[in-house]
């Protein structure tokens, strides 16, 4: 069955940074344009143990199982994972178009929208979004997929789908390790989003995608305090949207995010390549449903720890997985107890140790960057990614007048897999080249506008911010942004938009 990532969130402040690419393709191309935003509590802070547990819930419903545009997604939030939420984005369905507000989740592949038959859908959400649901029979574009339909067949191979002798529909049914889920039938229909053409004309532009529409949702996902419209999935199946629109030549398969992690958080997340030559490059483990990587040894402070290389070994439910949608870090115990301990000694002089919890914390009183040390995490292909202490400490309340941090990483017992999430993942541009199979990543100041490129092996890039594009060694700027600023009141959220000016 595939896999249908879901994340629990609290209440909404929301904020949004547009960085808007622009690229021709050689011959002629067109890029769109999407707005994704994250979600995340109005105020106060969460605990610990309700991070921890939203994400286990996450855990728990991970099932086992070129030439072109570039898709801008304008990313809010922030990469506190105490205001930790989801990320989400509109999305247009059907002709004429209608209008959802879907989560991204990188841990699953399909896009589902709850249409307008569903039972027990929620009427309202918590985050204070409208909630809509896909009204098949307004769209003159819209056609079931039948059993008959070769693209049914695949799925049902890959047990993505199931079919009913009744009605003849392409249906699927995912069921989730804490008992929620949902149910419906594939479809086809039109996907609209913004395109530029040329050098200058903004429009629109639409291809047929496969979704899903969901009939019936179950457990967590009748509540109406994390409810969206549906879930785009944004794993490198085949049915996946990046996917599709890959395969139709419209945008590239790979996509890439900064996540910004200082102050209010934002960032960009495009479906294409952020280029910048600090970028380092490992490559992804074969015919796995998820982002699993190749993790050879963790170091503190350059020195390798005492780790069996067999806890990192991707074999049934163990391995080690980048994902977007976690906000915390997982290691294995056999990993996780020797990181702890060799942090701790090297901090215990200087700092109080306490427990919160069963996590490991420490009250400090001095700068963490100048008192922890640096951790390394050491992939295949000579690729490490060295984390500072403000990526791998959070900082969770204060006693007597000092600061108390905790370790950012969390235990798995035994054997399972480790999951690197957003606390990993600030701060740094990551690249999800699927044509490679391989994932890089660079330490980056994602308030920063970024190169992005639509073709390999020519001198052809755009810079997300000010925008250019180039052919040969010159370079012409085409647009520029200006920040944007309005309050949503009536929504309790604040968004940050960053809109578009001729030159």
Known sequence: MAAEGFLVMAAVVAMAAAAVVSALKAGGGFQGVLTLERAFPVEGRLELEAIKARDRARHARILQSFPGGIVDFTVGGTSDPYAGGLYYTKVRLGSPPQEFNVQIDTGSEVLWITCNSCNDCPQNSGLG????????ATSSSFSSISCSDNICASMVQLASAECSTESNQCGYSFQYGDGSGTAGFYASDMLYFDTILGTSLIANSSAPIVFGCSTSVFGDLTKSDRAVDGIFGFGQQGLSVISQLSSLGITPKVFSHCLKGEGRGG?????GEILDPRIVYTPLVPSQPH???YLQSIAVNGQLLPIDQAMFTTSGNQGTIVDSGTTLAYLVEGAYDPLVAAITAAVSSSVRLITSNGNQCYLVSTSVAETFPAVSFNFAG??????????????????????????????VQNEGTTILGDLFLKDKIFVYDLAHQRIGWADYDCSLSVNVSITSGKDEYVNAGQLS????????????????????LMLHILVFFIGIQLL
Do not use: E, Q
């Not at 960032?267 to 479906?271: A, C, H, N, P």
């Not at 594009?469 to 949503?488: E, G, L, P, Q």
């Open 382 to 411: 000579g690729a490490s990614m060295v984390l500072r202490p403000i990526d791998y400490l959070v900082l969770t309340g204060y006693l007597d007048g000092a600061a108390v941090w905790c370790i950012g990483f969390l235990k």
């Open 291 to 293: 982002y699993n990587l």
């Open 469 to 488: 594009v180039s052919r040969s060694s010159s370079t012409t700027d085409i647009f520029k942004t200006m920040h944007k600023t309005y309050n949503a």
């Open 267 to 271: 960032g960009i997340l495009v479906l």
């Open 129 to 136: 979004i409208p909630l809509n649901f896909f009204n098949a």
